[in-house]
């Protein structure tokens, strides 16, 4: 079955450092790829997307590129913010299914 | 406009003990969906709903969860007789249509945490 996988946290980095949170997948289809972040007291909300292989998702400073040869969607962010922690999930919906896979989150403290 | 609202937001309950867990979608979101992530782990699918019917129920864990939409408004999820490895956090998401969901945006609501002791 469809499955997402997530560097653990909690990623702790000093205000401006650069972030890269890890995800890779594995799908039997065609999958569109998501990042969701959940801000402390809030739902879920959609960050980026990509839909094909080699798209590029942005969003807020945020990059994500779809890699279908390394079944990876890693998150990035040249200079990050204390506004910026949360907890990150990275998602896939695949080909024929209607709901998303999640993986299990990976926490981001930013220090100022 | 109003998002997704839950409730509670959070419960404690005894083992053996019923829960009840409330959803207000979007107004107008014909897709209604139910999630849960426990201890931390992966945040898994439970159900679908379009409008007041079940699309897909395939995540759900066992007979001992019930979900309704009656009138294809707000949804309830109850768990009876509740064990502890229900324990987590329950999540809400809406969404206009089906097509908005391929692209990936659910609107969720703040989740209700659920603690079986």
């Known amino acids: 079955g469809d499955s997402v996988t997530q560097m653990e946290g909690p990623v702790t980095l000093s205000e401006e450092a650069f972030l890269t949170i890890n995800c890779t997948y594995t799908a039997t289809g065609y999958p569109s790829l998501f990042w969701y972040v959940q801000y402390p007291g809030e739902g879920l909300q959609l960050l980026l997307k990509?839909?094909?292989?080699?798209d590029k998702g942005s969003n807020k400073g945020f990059e994500a590129t779809y890699r279908k040869e390394t079944t990876s969607f890693h998150l990035e962010k040249g200079s990050v913010q204390v506004s910026d922690s949360a907890v990150y999930f990275c998602?896939?919906?695949?080909?024929?299914?209607?709901?998303?896979?999640f993986g299990s989150g990976t926490r981001l403290q930013v220090q100022p | 406009e109003a998002g997704v609202t839950q409730f509670p937001s959070h419960s404690v309950i005894e083992k053996g003990q019923t829960v009840t867990l409330r959803c207000d979608p979007i107004s107008g979101h014909d897709n209604l969906y139910w999630y849960r992530r426990v201890m931390g782990k992966e945040i898994k699918f439970l159900l679908h709903?379009?409008?007041?019917?079940?699309?897909?129920e395939s995540g759900m864990p066992n007979n001992r969860f019930l979900a309704e939409r009656t009138g294809g408004t707000y949804s309830t999820l109850k768990v009876q007789p509740a064990e502890l490895e229900d324990s987590g956090v329950y999540f809400c998401a809406s969404s206009p249509d089906p097509a908005t969901v391929r692209t990936g945006e659910l609107f969720f609501g703040e989740g209700s945490r659920l603690t079986v002791l």
């Open positions: 998602a896939l919906m695949d080909t024929g299914r209607r709901a998303l896979t």
């Open positions: 990509a839909t094909k292989a080699d």
């Open positions: 709903f379009v409008k007041e019917s079940k699309q897909d």
